[in-house]
């Protein structure tokens, strides 16, 4: 959409240089810079964004937005790039988000599996083809799919999403929100109808510095959503909202919560639990009082993801049948307690999941326990990844080698730290006795499916659905659950 010279100085707050009638995109990748565009000079962590407007000038760009002039270049100052980027996208994209539902999910863990819950319970009731999804594992548009690159894209990549979405007849957009979008404000302009938080435990403390300053990161979503909002009680961090922002229910299995989590239980290859709803909703409608759901799902992890998805569903007017149909029947998520079904023949089970700190760790371990015979086994194949909070490094070593009785260090996204000190960081939390260190990650998933008997299982944790492994020597392809399928079928 052409933003006018006019918007533009009012959307910047700024001076816009002679000769600059307007823009109809905007980038902070100067690769993507073209003619009639504008391109914003984002300050990096490594480098300044200022480097690269040669570049976008000679792909024709009308504007250069940056923190300060540029000589050579029709320059708007502005005093935040990321600031400015975002409202550029925003309005060059036709404000996406007034004309679709979105809702907000965030938090530490659970964010994925809960915005998959979500967008199946509104597939139900609106249709796959008036349905999106923006996550981690993938983005979805109606019955379009694509993997997805990041948790939150550069605010260019969200509003351009959520504009593709519009335009596709897409009418609900699940957005999981992670802090790096939030802090980065990457989606910053974003209206959300909606929001959910599922806990905090410690992660990107490399970016937020501080435990308060994540969570307080995170807070903000409550703070722009104009609907219902939904955190889990049960979690210290989710507690704190309710009494920080007007407005919020809780949900859980403690007695302040507003939908009341109970009796969970094993229940036909998954979980049953009730949920106890609140009297009214918050737009005053009588409320069902007491639902029964049953999930394909395991874990209470699990129950809590099922439980602020549908809570959040309930208030935004789902009828009740929808809602316990489409939980009943939802599919596997990916990534997440992934089973890998060419295992089934070998006579022991293998899942992935994304577990990647101490606490996903040892969620996914403890399911992976219950799931198991008395006799079986649960092998693990994990690592930690790099330019992350050293911190929970040796603090996965520990969990592991307390629930695990086989543990495989291997790597994980290492980018440009050393393989092997990462894995000794780890290592000096757990058990040698229990634990052996093979850093190529396929042949640390092999060597663990070598040693697997019938009744084991075998947990290949910490990339999930993702696709591409990050190391010293540069990118390579690499898939968790291609690359278990295909060293059962070699075997």
């Known amino acids: 959409m052409f933003v006018s010279r006019a918007e533009l100085e009012t959307i910047l707050g700024t001076s816009i240089p002679d000769g600059v009638d307007g823009v109809d995109a905007v980038t902070h990748d100067s690769r993507a ?49 990321r600031a400015a980027l975002a409202a550029l996208a925003t309005a060059t994209a036709g404000h996406p988000s007034h004309d679709v539902v979105v809702y907000g999910i965030t938090g530490t863990n659970g964010k994925t599996t809960s915005s998959y819950v979500l967008h199946g319970i509104l597939s139900a009731a609106y249709g796959e083809e008036h349905t999106g999804l923006l996550t981690t ?26 504009a593709r979405m519009r335009d596709a007849g897409v009418q609900h957009v699940v957005l999981e929100t ?17 929001a959910l938080f599922t806990n905090l435990t410690r992660d990107h403390i490399d970016l937020h510095g501080t435990m308060e300053d994540y969570f307080l990161t995170k807070r903000r979503l409550f703070e722009w959503t104009e609907g219902p909002k939904l955190t889990n009680v049960d979690d210290a961090y989710g507690a704190r909202i309710v009494t920080e922002v007007p407005g919020t229910l809780g949900f859980g299995v403690s007695e302040k919560a507003d939908y009341r989590i109970s009796d969970a239980r094993p229940s036909e290859g998954g979980t049953a639990f009730t949920l106890t709803t609140p009297a009214t909703f918050l737009d005053g409608r009588e409320a069902p009082g007491r639902i029964e759901l049953q999930m394909p799902l395991l874990g209470d992890y699990n129950v809590h993801n ?39 023949d070998k006579g022991f ?130 898939h968790d659950a291609t690359v278990v399928t295909e060293l059962l079928t070699e075997s």
């Open 33 to 81: 810079a073209g003619p009639g565009g504008a391109f914003v000079a984002v300050p990096g962590f490594t480098v300044d964004g200022v480097t690269f407007v040669p570049q976008a000038m000679a792909n024709g760009v009308s504007l250069v937005v940056a923190e300060r002039d540029v000589d050579g270049a029709p320059t708007a100052v502005v005093p935040d790039a």
């Open 137 to 162: 594992a993938e983005i979805v548009v109606g019955t379009h799919r694509e993997p997805a690159v990041r948790t939150t894209g550069e605010a260019p990549q969200v509003q351009g999403n959520l």
């Open 178 to 194: 992670s802090s790096h979008g939030i802090h980065l404000q990457r989606v910053a302009g974003t209206r959300y109808a909606a």
């Open 306 to 344: 099922v439980a602020g998805a549908s809570a959040i569903a309930l208030e935004m007017g789902m009828p009740l049948d929808t809602l316990v149909d489409a939980v009943k029947n939802m599919g596997q998520v990916p990534g997440r307690f992934e089973r890998v079904a060419a295992a089934t």
């Open 349 to 478: 089970e293998v899942v992935v999941d994304y577990a990647h700190t101490e606490v996903g760790l040892e969620l996914v371990l403890d399911v992976a326990r219950d799931v198991i015979s008395p006799e079986g086994r649960v092998i693990c194949v994990y690592g930690a990844a790099g330019r992350r909070d050293p911190a929970k490094r040796p603090k996965m070593g520990e969990v592991a080698s307390r629930l695990a009785d086989v543990n495989i260090i291997t790597n994980d996204d290492t980018y440009d730290e050393d393989p092997q000190a990462i894995a000794d960081e780890v290592m000096a939390g757990a058990d040698a006795a229990d634990t052996t260190v093979v850093l190529d990650r396929r042949e640390a998933i092999r060597q663990a499916l070598a040693q697997a008997r019938p009744g084991d299982i075998v947990v290949v944790a910490g990339k999930g659905h993702e696709r591409v492994q990050h190391l010293p020597h540069g990118d390579v392809d690499f």
